[in-house]
């Protein structure tokens, strides 16, 4: 029977970079194009193979709209990966990301393993964030870097991929001090082995729903 590790995962990021999308493209390998913005939170499972284990992520897709601000601690604490996800085609974006990056040194898990997702990379002629200026801040503090496009499924299942692999690698940092977030990122985290793997189904839920005059969320 495979060792099955759970890993709580979450979405960070300013409403509208897409990441309810990036989960539903990983979670459901779907994309809407009408997907509605998040209300609160919504919360997906999925198992991956990494080597001779499974697993298992539990996903917080967070609301990035100012008001839900103030809940963001409740997903991300006891997390053990977030991805900070920004849209390449709104400056502004990324710098509300540096804020959550800012945020999660201060107040988040002491080895949390940040992930920096540039989204809409399809959108790449209408780009305002060079790759070259996210990719060396992400190194600047050893964060996972990728550019995705969860409209055309690139670099989605990579970007877990590459979380899966930083936590399964190593051991954690036994002195790790949130000054030294990049040092934790480097040396990753291992998490503990949940051995029952029955009830192993994927699931989703969301924490509330908004109700959207002509559209649904796919998830
Ligand atoms: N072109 C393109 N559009 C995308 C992509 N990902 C998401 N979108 C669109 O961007 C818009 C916002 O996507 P969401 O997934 O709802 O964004 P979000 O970050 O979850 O937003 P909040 O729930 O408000 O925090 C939607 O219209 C999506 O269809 C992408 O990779 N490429």
Same mark, same amino acid.
């Given at each position: 029977m495979a060792i099955i590790r759970e890993l709580k995962v979450c979405l960070l990021g300013?409403?509208?970079?897409g990441k309810s999308s990036i989960v539903c493209r990983f979670v459901q390998d779907h994309f809407d194009h009408s997907i509605s913005p998040t209300i609160g939170a919504s919360f997906l499972t999925k198992t991956v193979p990494c080597g001779n284990e499974l697993h298992k992520f539990l996903i917080w897709d967070t609301a990035g709209q100012e008001r839900f601000h103030s809940l963001a601690p409740m997903y991300y604490r006891g997390s053990a990966a977030a991805v900070i996800v920004y849209d390449i085609t709104k400056l502004d974006s990324f710098q509300t990301l540096k804020k959550w990056v800012k945020e999660l040194k201060e107040?988040? @898990? *002491?080895?949390i393993v940040v992930a920096i997702a540039g989204n809409k990379n399809d959108l790449g002629d209408i780009r305002e964030v060079p790759m070259k200026e996210a990719k060396d801040f992400a190194e600047s503090i050893a964060a996972i870097f990728i550019e995705t496009s969860a409209r055309n499924a690139v670099n989605v299942e990579e970007l877990f991929q590459k979380i899966s692999e930083c936590l399964a690698a190593s051991r954690p940092p036994r002195h790790a001090f949130l000054s030294k977030l990049p040092e934790y990122n480097k040396q990753c985290r291992q998490i503990p082995p949940l051995e029952? @793997? *029955?009830?192993d189904s994927n699931e989703s839920f969301k924490l509330t729903r908004q109700a959207p005059p002509s559209s649904r969320r796919c998830c």
């Open positions: 300013d409403t509208g970079v107040h988040g @898990p *002491e080895n029952n @793997p *029955e009830g």
